[in-house]
């Protein structure tokens, strides 16, 4: 109960940002993603998430283009799904919303391929008399798609990323034996 309703305030999140009022400082002073830049410039981030079945690391790289408020670029994830392992390479797409506010929402989108690593588990414990069973998962690939939603909180060089985003990943999903998004929450830091 406790992650449905952490899952739902962060889903409201982002809709703070247009609720923020106008103050009497130029649009121009009013921080943003973007850190003060008119041309396109690096941005990389770093995040930390739980989801249902484990944890992940994301780390994602590439340009962001001021004017548009899009950014483009590609993202690393180690995830830990309940016992195996993954390792998902992709394309990174956000675009942030409004232009300039001290918080701002974005919607984004990953695709790519998710690699399930190798690995042995104990399927049971040893008894005295018979050996040890284990299954082991071999190296296998598969798409990876991932939807995401979330807030920046703007401060003078970096911004605090919180979000949800719904891993859409077959490899995983079949192997767990149903059919639907894995939901998950991150925190982390844009730069």
Not at 55 to 83: Q, R, W
Not at 113 to 120: C, K
Not at 145 to 153: A, K, N, R, T, Y
Request: charged share 15%; no cysteine.
């Amino acid at each position: 109960m406790k992650r449905i309703i952490i899952l739902l305030a962060l889903l409201a999140l982002p809709f703070i940002a247009f609720a923020q009022t106008d103050d009497a400082a130029s649009k121009d002073d009013r921080p943003s993603v973007a850190h003060g830049s008119e041309k396109i410039k690096y941005m990389g981030s770093a995040t930390l998430g739980i989801d249902l079945l484990g944890f992940f690391l994301h780390t994602s790289h590439g340009a962001f283009f001021p004017k548009d408020n899009l950014y483009a670029g590609l993202s690393v994830e180690y995830s830990m799904f309940f016992i195996e392992h993954h390792i998902n390479i992709a394309a990174h797409g956000r675009w942030f919303y409004p232009e300039k506010k001290k918080v701002q929402g974005y919607i984004g989108v990953e695709a790519g391929v998710s690699v399930l690593l190798p690995s042995y588990i104990n399927a049971e414990e040893p008894t005295p008399g018979k050996d040890t069973y284990d299954t082991y998962y071999q190296t296998n690939a598969g798409l990876h798609l991932v939807p995401s939603l979330g807030m920046v909180i703007n401060f003078n060089k970096v911004s605090l990323d919180i979000g949800i985003k719904y891993n859409v990943s077959p490899l995983i999903i079949e192997q767990k034996g149903f059919w639907a998004a894995i939901p998950a929450v991150g925190i982390g830091l844009i730069f």
